[in-house]
């Protein structure tokens, strides 16, 4: 299958390097996005919105030859991109993975109170991050990480999520591939109705599986991370 690998914050579609090979290696064909924005460091920020990067995948699926199936992999907040271009698409998309994250409901956004003059949302230093988050990093891999990272378009940050309303797209099958949060703890908070996890759990058609890492797998077990999806997909 087509798979359009779609990155979290600060990163390009160089993030998925190191899965790309054994994605290919299993006779899928991997179409890693580099998302508006994201091109270089000084790339012009000021007017790229949230629309425009659910566009960008849109615009990946449409862009694939043929009418045959695609599958989307979204990684953190990439995964609410994935989702809301699903709703665009239910027709193509056969699969929807999502990376250490899940689908964003309706008005959602990532961190709404990050204030409005902030054009380049930077990644913070090692240190103002979750222990969990960076688990699997060694100092090496850290520095190569930081030195790649680009700034996030703040809009992109701040404003919510608007789905359509053609709920379709919650049939589309759908795998969490849990990483800094095990499997378990994102079950508990389904059950205890969670706004954080509520859209999944409106999902029919959905897995949790685990891969024991940081926020990051794509950098600290790369080739794992392409066997979840590939399994995913067979499945």
């Known amino acids: 299958m087509d798979i359009i690998l779609v990155p979290g914050f600060w990163l390009d579609a160089s993030a998925w390097d190191d899965v790309v090979p054994v994605l290919e290696a299993a006779g899928h064909t991997a179409r890693p996005l580099t998302l508006p924005g994201l091109e270089s460091a000084d790339a012009d920020r000021s007017d790229i919105h949230l629309a ?58 990532v961190n709404g109170d990050l204030p409005a003059d902030v054009v380049d949302h ?24 930081r030195a790649r990272a680009v700034p996030q378009p703040g809009a992109t940050v701040r404003e919510p999520h608007r789905l359509g309303d053609d709920d379709r797209r919650r049939d589309i099958p ?52 392409g066997a979840a999806i590939v399994a995913a997909l067979e499945r």
């Open 174 to 225: 759908s795998t969490v591939i849990a990483s800094e949060m095990p499997g378990a703890f994102l079950r508990s908070l389904m059950a205890e109705g969670h706004p954080f996890v509520a859209e999944l759990a409106r999902h029919r058609s959905y897995e949790i599986v685990d891969l024991p890492t940081g926020h990051w797998p794509m950098f600290t077990r790369p080739a794992d991370l």
């Open 52 to 109: 425009d990067h659910v566009a960008a995948v849109v615009a990946a699926i449409d862009a694939v030859p043929g009418d045959g199936p695609v599958v989307l992999a979204g990684h953190s907040a990439g995964g609410g991109l994935v989702y809301a271009a699903s709703g665009e698409r239910p027709e193509r998309v056969a699969h929807v993975v999502y990376v250490d994250s899940g689908p964003f409901a309706d008005g959602q956004a």
């Open 122 to 145: 930077v990644l913070p230093p090692r240190a103002e991050l979750d222990e969990e988050s960076v688990q699997g990093f060694t100092d090496e891999l850290w520095e190569a990480f």
